[in-house]
């Protein structure tokens, strides 16, 4: 990772007159055609929840703001952060599950089906729910209702937490013969500006539309 000078950055003021308020999140959320990726998922047996988890895990680490965070006064880009989201355990509860990104889609789909698997066996919640470790962006999906808007929880106590992206879709549904879903992204404002947020959502379209190309 590398510190980033605060002040030669191009968008320091920016950064600077958001890094006063209490809550400098925003959000976008977008429907987004995932008919291949649906389709090569029932085809070929995979998990589509892995197959967009890893499209999700390309755009956060291919786009450079996505890998800033603001921690303790300074702004620091990781070269690498990965994913972590929540699983549903045998007891009926949820907790939280994580592994190493690679953008080798065999290898992080070993990955990601691994640690699903067990954290699906676990029974005992641990004493913490999310580790205060930021080279990770965090993610969570409902896929028993269709939406049209959510927001996330946002702990204004821990403003470091605050800087790390957040994810969320919901079930597909079909549109003029394609199937869509909510997808929504939590940035903050510090860090990002709504362009950024738009080539995000541009990129995970592309890669959705083509993703059999984006996976080899």
């Excluded at 999700?56 to 702004?75: C, H, Q």
């Excluded at 049209?148 to 605050?162: D, F, V």
């Excluded at 950024?196 to 959705?208: E, I």
Aim: hydrophobic fraction near 35%; aromatic fraction near 16%; charged fraction near 25%.
């Amino acid at each position: 990772m590398r510190k980033i000078d605060i002040e030669t950055w191009n968008r320091r003021t920016n950064f600077k007159w958001f890094s006063t308020f209490t809550n400098p999140s925003f959000s976008f959320s977008v429907k987004v055609d995932i008919t291949d990726v649906l389709h090569y998922s029932k085809q070929t047996n995979t998990s589509f929840f892995a197959n967009f988890l890893y499209l999700i895990s390309r755009v956060n680490n291919e786009l450079e703001p996505f890998r800033l965070r603001y921690i303790d006064d300074e702004v620091i880009e990781y070269d690498v952060i990965h994913p972590t989201f929540t699983v549903k355990t045998a007891d009926g509860g949820f907790n939280n599950a994580e592994f190493e990104y690679t953008s080798d889609y065999q290898e992080f789909y070993a990955r990601c089906r691994k640690v699903v698997e067990e954290k699906n066996q676990e029974t005992l919640n641990p004493d913490v729910y999310n580790a205060p470790c930021y080279d990770k962006f965090y993610s969570s999906c409902l896929t028993s209702i269709a939406i049209e808007g959510m927001s996330q929880p946002l702990n204004y106590n821990n403003k470091n937490s605050l800087n790390v992206p957040r994810i969320f879709w919901d079930q597909y549904r079909v549109e003029n013969g394609r199937y869509v879903m909510l997808v929504s992204f939590t940035v903050s404002h510090i860090l990002m500006d709504g362009e950024d947020l738009a080539k995000a959502f541009n990129l995970l379209k592309h890669y959705a539309a083509h993703f059999i190309e984006a996976i080899k």
